[in-house]
């Protein structure tokens, strides 16, 4: 009889499991990453499976290089992943694959209070909140201490201007007996020319998000980028994009020790922290009248439109988004929580650095930031004008007034179609 009542609850057991396990939602994330920011979406998961039982996550993971093809070709065929990493949002809003989020962000009172608002304005589309971002995309300048040590140069500060960092940037310059750079002072990131627009008191448009007029060939914009021209042209003491095809990404000429200075953000830490020599990070240098600015914005989640589980994927992003998930990301010390605001997040970040990296850094520099440009025509108007001009003036074919005057009439006709 006690061995009849065993196998029968067992049974039960079973039966109890089976019937648990068919009651359990499965959906897809996706996400890219280099290997050193893969570990805090594993450790998402599993929080989140530790959090509730009805959901479990399977993931679809790709390299930067790959991913959004494969995204791309999801969405068209109405099989895109029901939570998805992205950045852009307005341009994948206007295509109708994302879902609109404020149904369910009022119903459940979901906070939005500790993101800056202009994170939620790049996560909107027509008056409609489609996503939040995961982090902000804060740039600092990570320097090399042994090599400043080695020139007898003092450290960057927060009283830098352009002037330092190019005079910087010349005097750490190395040269063998050609001439040839065999160290560079500064290597630069080719997507970041906002924010030297930006720190030069010009625009890009005259509302990033909803532009009526291009403003990047205006007297503040060339002198900015004529700037970058410059340090690469004449002082070559900056490598060129060209170059960097073959030397290397900032990343890695920094890690390597083949340049003193990069501007980048905090993902590179964990790379960095593998470097045989001391460093740590400054703020941005102001402009020459003393203006300072940062990028804000930043990837982050959204759901698919046609996700066959729209709730499961909801409560999902719930936890990415909440404090729970911006708290593992913000403990990596790789990713400036995109709730900043939230003083507990931000302590979570700073803490989690390492205690000889400058990190109170992140935070004060993603409190300078400024929306880029982010409407639905954008990445097309940067990759087929803006990006094709600006390759002529970084390679000395033309210099920035008359390449940006040229740039500028070709956005203005793409604008004027689009209408």
């Not at 089976?18 to 280099?34: E, K, M, P, V, Y």
């Not at 029901?82 to 994302?98: E, T, W």
């Not at 939040?132 to 995309?137: K, L, P, S, T, V």
């Not at 007996?177 to 627009?197: D, H, S």
Request: negative net charge; proline residues 6%.
């Amino acid at each position: 009889m006690n061995k009849l009542l065993i196998r029968i609850a067992l049974a039960l057991t079973l039966i109890g499991a089976l019937i648990g396990a068919s009651a359990q939602t499965t959906i897809t994330w996706s996400f890219w990453g280099d290997p050193g920011e893969l570990p805090p979406n594993y450790e998402v998961i599993e929080a989140f499976h530790a959090a509730q039982d009805e959901v479990r996550i399977e993931v679809q993971h790709a390299p930067w290089g790959a991913y959004f093809d494969r995204i791309l070709t999801q969405m068209a065929g109405g099989t895109a992943p029901d939570v998805m990493f992205l950045n852009n949002i307005p341009s994948y809003a206007a295509r109708g694959v994302l879902a609109p989020l404020d149904e369910l962000i009022e119903r459940d009172g979901f906070d939005t209070e500790a993101y800056h608002p202009g994170l939620l304005e790049i996560f909107s589309y027509e008056g409609q909140v489609y996503g939040f971002a995961r982090d902000n995309d804060t740039n600092v300048l990570y320097y090399n201490q042994d090599l400043f040590d080695e020139a007898g140069m003092a450290y960057p500060t927060d009283a830098w201007r352009w002037d330092d960092i190019r005079a910087a940037a010349q005097a750490l310059t190395v040269r063998d007996e050609r001439g040839r750079a065999t160290q560079y002072g500064l290597a630069l990131e080719k997507n970041r020319y906002p924010q030297w627009v930006y720190q030069n008191q010009g625009s890009v448009f005259d509302d990033p998000l909803e532009p009526t007029e291009f403003m990047m060939d205006e007297p503040e914009a060339v002198a900015a980028i004529q700037f970058i021209a410059d340090m690469i042209l004449v002082d070559g003491s900056v490598p060129s994009f060209d170059a960097m095809a073959q030397l290397g990404s900032t990343t890695e000429l920094f890690s390597t020790g083949r340049v003193a200075m990069v501007m980048t953000n905090a993902a590179r830490i964990p790379t960095f922290m593998d470097a045989d020599f001391a460093w740590d990070v400054a703020p941005l240098p102001a402009g020459p009248d003393g203006t300072r600015a940062n990028t804000l914005g930043g990837a982050g989640y959204v759901m698919s439109a046609t996700s066959e589980h729209p709730e499961a994927a909801w409560t999902f992003l719930q936890f990415l988004a909440g404090p729970e998930g911006q708290s593992i990301f913000a403990g990596t010390g790789v990713a400036v929580p995109a709730s900043f605001a939230d003083p507990e997040v931000a302590a979570t970040f700073v803490n989690a650095c390492p205690e000889t990296v400058s990190c109170e850094v992140f935070i004060s520099e993603t409190e300078r930031g400024r929306l880029a440009p982010m409407f639905p025509d954008w990445r097309e108007i940067e990759s087929t004008i803006v990006v094709p001009h600006l390759d002529l003036i970084y390679t000395g074919e033309m210099s920035a007034e008359d390449a940006l005057a040229q740039m500028g009439a070709e956005v203005r006709r793409f604008m004027a179609a689009s209408q």
